[in-house]
């Protein structure tokens, strides 16, 4: 297992642009979350799915955000008419829910994240 | 509202001696919490968790302590070592244990040879 995959990496952009960024996690996991994260902060919540649901969304996620996981494996996050506000750390994470485990706090994998500039 | 904070943005600590790193809430509702690593360039990694039913819970050199009266809890880690210097975050998750984590702004720590 190669753990949690985001691409890509780096994404400079100018402002008004979309970027699409993709997120691929580990196999078994059902739970996927989008995380971002600038400067001096930690990361905040965007948010999640259990296969392919979207169960959760932040406030944070304006309607110029869009986040699917069509088949319940990977997923991608698409900022349209970017703006120089959006640049970030975006982070995917995976977490095993159910299937047998029953107790225990909810660990998140992170991946390594997707830096997005807007000039 | 920061439901979790940490209020150190930074620490230093002599190589073998004791780090701690202290992390408070202000949800009563948080019953998980846990604590990740990032290195630059990295997306940040589990290091160890605790229930709010336990004070305690140790993993080899990391320790955290749960103070639920005071809303604070802190990592331990000796003795330090030159590959513990990232930035820590403190994390809390709700009453379902599926649910998101709400993360602190994070503490940088700095082990000095």
């Known amino acids: 297992d190669t753990g949690v995959s985001q691409n890509p990496r780096h994404k400079i952009t100018k402002r008004g642009q979309n970027v699409t960024f993709r997120c691929d996690p580990i196999?078994?996991?059902?739970?996927l979350y989008w995380y971002r994260q600038t400067l001096g902060q930690g990361p905040e919540f965007l948010t999640y799915?259990?296969?392919?649901?979207?169960?959760?969304k932040s406030r944070l996620l304006s309607d110029r955000f869009s986040a699917e996981r069509p088949k319940g494996s990977f997923s991608t996050l698409e900022i349209q008419r970017t703006e120089q506000g959006d640049s970030a750390m975006y982070l995917c994470?995976?977490?095993?829910?159910?299937?047998?485990?029953?107790?225990?706090?909810?660990?998140?994998?992170f991946g390594a994240g997707s830096r997005l500039t807007v000039l | 509202d920061q439901q979790v904070k940490q209020n150190s943005p930074s620490l230093s600590v002599q190589e073998g001696r004791i780090s701690i790193l202290n992390c408070d809430y202000t949800?009563?509702?948080?019953?998980?919490f846990l604590w990740y690593k990032k290195y630059p360039a990295e997306g940040p990694t589990f290091l160890i968790s605790?229930?709010?039913?336990?004070d305690k819970n140790e993993d080899g050199r990391f320790t955290v302590f749960l103070n639920k009266s005071a809303k604070h809890l802190s990592l331990h880690i000796v003795p330090s070592q030159p590959g513990d210097s990232a930035v820590y975050f403190c994390?809390?998750?709700?009453?379902?244990?599926?649910?998101?984590?709400?993360f602190g702004t994070g503490t940088r720590l700095t082990i000095i040879p």
């Open positions: 994390a809390a998750s709700g009453l379902r244990r599926n649910e998101k984590l709400t």
């Open positions: 799915f259990q296969n392919e649901a979207q169960l959760e």
């Open positions: 994470a995976s977490s095993l829910y159910g299937r047998g485990k029953l107790s225990g706090a909810n660990v998140l994998t």
């Open positions: 196999s078994e996991h059902n739970r």
């Open positions: 949800n009563s509702m948080f019953d998980y």
């Open positions: 605790i229930s709010s039913i336990k």
